[in-house]
């Protein structure tokens, strides 16, 4: 686990070898949300190359009295994102192709059966998920794939707090309408 607060104030000293730590860090994550997002690995690589170029460029403007250094940058992510969404339409994606970019979500072992059933209950998951409006589907993919605060959700996507709770609960409440107990049952594990 890196040391935040730590690798901030050296990065903002002028200590290189900070900022690649930074980046390290956050890379993943922030590429994750750029793919739930975007829904395309080239796509979601250069929101996230971005994102983190822009951040670490103005690492100055970062006060964590306003947020947490995550919340920040998922803040300009999803920014980024809806920049690109806007430049075009949004080819719509299996999970499979979502899941290859994803190995950390995927059982190491699960027999034949297991990863049928799995990669079914995945592409019902994938398909409601991309069946959601966009403002639906950044409440969720924020709340249960960054873990977010419904907080930190309001800031990112900047709307009131009451505004994010009721994106969040709506988008659930979608989700549970479109799929079966076993695929809501996993989403609520993510």
């Known amino acids: 686990m890196c040391d935040i607060s730590e690798l901030i104030q050296r990065w903002q000293a002028g200590d290189e070898n900070a ?62 994102c809806r920049d690109r969404l806007r430049r075009r339409r949004w080819p719509w994606l299996s999970l499979a192709t979502w899941l290859r970019q994803d190995s950390d979500v995927r059982d190491p072992a699960p027999n034949p059966e297991a990863r049928t059933i799995q990669s079914e209950t995945r592409s019902q998951i994938w398909e409601a998920v991309q069946a959601l409006s ?32 009721s994106r969040v609960r709506l988008a659930y409440e979608r989700l549970r309408a479109a799929l079966t107990p076993t695929a809501l049952a996993d989403l609520e594990e993510e």
């Open 134 to 165: 966009e403002p639906l589907r950044e409440a969720i993919l924020l709340r249960y794939w960054a873990g977010h605060t419904f907080q930190e959700i309001a800031s990112i996507v900047g709307c009131p707090l009451p505004t994010a709770q």
């Open 19 to 80: 900022c690649e730590a930074l980046y390290d860090c956050h890379r993943e994550p922030i590429f994750r949300l750029a793919y739930g997002l975007l829904g395309d690995p080239a796509d979601a690589e250069e929101a996230a190359q971005d994102t983190l170029a822009y951040a670490l460029g103005h690492i100055r403007q970062y006060n964590p009295a306003l947020s947490s250094f995550s919340t920040w940058l998922h803040t300009i992510a999803v920014s980024r």
